[in-house]
């Protein structure tokens, strides 16, 4: 039997390490058509709420996960970062999108990129370890309104990062629409979210980013295996 | 002589799913050469917690038998040579198993002592960390490339570029530690590159206390403090150069003695148990009759006896000629 107080003065010499963060980056359409009385937008609101609620619920994902939300749309044509990567707890709301104008697809891609880079970059500052970032990117039509070059500079970008495993991109249609210009950012696999799906999407979403969020050393993503099981919202096209 | 003990408990996330824990840690010693090595299973691989098992037994028998060999051998050749005796070891497992090797991933991480030298081999994270009379300092820091969930294990096709290996004097090192990175979230800094003291507090009671009770010790504080700061399984196996009791005891801080002790803090009488057992240590640096420690310490040799009894049972006074007792220490007590 050990009469010592080796716990207590041991427990006072660790460290209280930062958890491990995922980041993971919403970039949202929010053009006209994703309004004009479709009910898209208000779909949407309520699924980034649905979205926010379900990892504020989940306290593993909440201290690991941040979140960013970057929307392209309005008239001009702009991309804006409407939360920076932050903790669902720290930001307390999810933010109310209005639909209008244009679709400036790589406007939206690049200033999402560019968030995660300068977020990585301050995890390396702080030392603090990191998953693989999701990309999310949601858009029910053809870009409109933007610049070909920035479209095809944020394609090529995420293409690169995509085959050197730097990123998990999830270009989704809502709805039954051919998208080739949104295609691209997902290695040619466009998943198509069915209107009426809008929350199971992001139970889906949330499902996914806590396991990404408590994998261990070997666990990597299984890309296939996720697609498998997008079947409760996705439709085939 | 180097004294060795570790712990390794399964991650509140493998509880939770009932996987076994995929943290092993083995120690091995005959006489002249002592080994500990940790592997800790990859996550994704349906039984790591075989290959992790194989890769410890394996390594630490492989330095214990040809541990000169290896420190006189250049790097390359050393590597080559523990990773063929790894992956042979490997294959023949996934055949007894039925699976594919890659099922059996695990990183790998040991230290092997042999009279004044050290060998350090290091295979994806996981913290190798040593201490050097001074503090508690990172030997060899997790190799984890740009994500959390990536690392290198003896599996991997590149696996033998990855292991690194360093061979030296041990100098003022006299304890090794090696972690796995679930026990690296409370004892490991990544952003100071710095170990937590808490693991020299760990080797200490090795130096006090017999194995079993230090390691119901260990896991006990593994399990209440350590395994509860993350989902990963968490292990810590180390060695630690053994002195004389007696040594220990007088290089300790006052708090530290009376706790060995078992002396509480408050009462004056308490305080003059301390001053009777430090009495009897010193008064005892020449072999002294039973009947003279009494006397000295004021009591009758039926109580004086007590006092001896306990010091004896702690290893700090020895049996000399009849009825005598001595310390053996070459330290003089404060």
């Known amino acids: ?237 | 002589m180097w004294l060795m003990n570790g712990t390794a408990i399964q991650g509140r996330g493998h509880r939770s799913e009932g996987t076994p824990c995929q943290d092993k840690i083995a120690s091995k010693c005959n006489g002249t050469t002592y080994v500990i090595a940790l592997a800790d299973g990859a996550g994704s691989a349906a039984l790591s917690h075989l290959g992790a098992e194989k890769c410890v037994d394996t390594i630490t028998q492989y330095f214990l038998e040809h541990f000169d060999k290896c420190y006189f051998d250049d790097e390359d050749s050393v590597k080559q040579s523990i990773y063929e005796v790894l992956i042979e070891n490997l294959k023949q497992l996934a055949i007894d198993n039925n699976c594919d090797i890659k099922d059996l991933a695990s990183t790998l991480l040991c230290v092997a002592v042999s009279d004044d030298h050290f060998i350090a081999v290091h295979l994806g994270d996981g913290i190798i960390a040593f201490y050097d009379d001074d503090s508690v300092k990172v030997y060899s820091s997790p190799d984890n490339g740009e994500f959390a969930n990536v690392t290198h294990f003896v599996t991997s096709s590149n696996a033998l570029s990855k292991i690194r290996i360093r061979k030296a004097e041990l100098s003022e090192i006299t304890a090794f530690y090696l972690m796995s990175d679930g026990a690296g979230t409370s004892l490991y800094s990544p952003q100071q590159k710095a170990a937590s003291n808490a693991l020299k507090m760990m080797s200490d009671l090795s130096l006090m206390y017999s194995k079993d009770d230090v390691h119901n010790e260990i896991t006990n504080f593994f399990t209440t403090s350590i395994g509860t700061k993350t989902l990963d399984d968490c292990s810590v196996v180390y060695m630690v150069k053994h002195k004389r009791m007696i040594d220990t005891f007088c290089q300790m801080s006052y708090n530290e003695q009376l706790d060995l002790l078992g002396i509480k803090r408050a009462t004056s009488h308490e305080r003059k148990r301390y001053r009777r057992f430090c009495d009897v240590i010193r008064f005892c640096e020449t072999e002294r009759s039973l009947q003279a420690i009494s006397k000295r310490i004021k009591l009758k040799p039926k109580y004086g006896k007590k006092y001896v009894h306990v010091l004896v049972e702690m290893g700090m006074l020895k049996k000399g000629k009849g009825n005598a007792f001595f310390n053996a220490s070459s330290i003089k007590i404060k």
């Open chain 1, 1 to 237: 039997m050990i009469k010592s107080n080796f716990a207590m003065a041991a427990n006072k010499d660790l460290y209280d390490n930062p958890c491990q963060r995922l980041p993971v980056c919403l970039c949202l359409d929010i053009s006209g058509s994703m309004g004009q009385n479709t009910g898209k937008i208000e779909q949407l609101n309520k699924g980034v709420e649905l979205f926010y609620k379900s990892i504020q619920d989940d306290e593993i994902t909440t201290n690991s996960a941040e979140i960013a939300v970057v929307t392209f749309g309005e008239y001009p044509p702009v991309a804006r970062c409407v939360r920076d990567f932050s903790r669902v707890d720290i930001q307390q709301t999810a933010p109310v999108l209005k639909a209008s104008g244009y679709t400036p697809l790589g406007e939206g891609v690049n200033l999402a990129l560019d968030l995660l880079e300068k977020k990585k970059e301050s995890y390396r500052k702080a030392g603090i370890s990191y998953f693989r970032p999701w990309l999310i990117i949601m858009s029910d039509g053809n870009p409109e309104g933007h610049s070909p070059a920035e479209l095809t500079r944020a394609q090529k970008r995420v293409a690169e990062m995509t085959v050197g495993k730097k990123v998990v991109a999830l270009p989704i249609s809502i709805g039954k629409y051919d998208n080739p210009e949104l295609a691209a950012f997902g290695d040619g696999a466009l998943l198509h979210l069915r209107e009426d799906s809008f929350s199971n999407f992001f139970k889906w979403l949330h499902k996914s980013i806590s396991e990404s969020s408590s994998a261990t050393p070997g666990e990597d993503l299984d890309f296939k295996k996720l697609l498998a099981t997008a079947k409760s919202w996705s439709s085939d096209f």
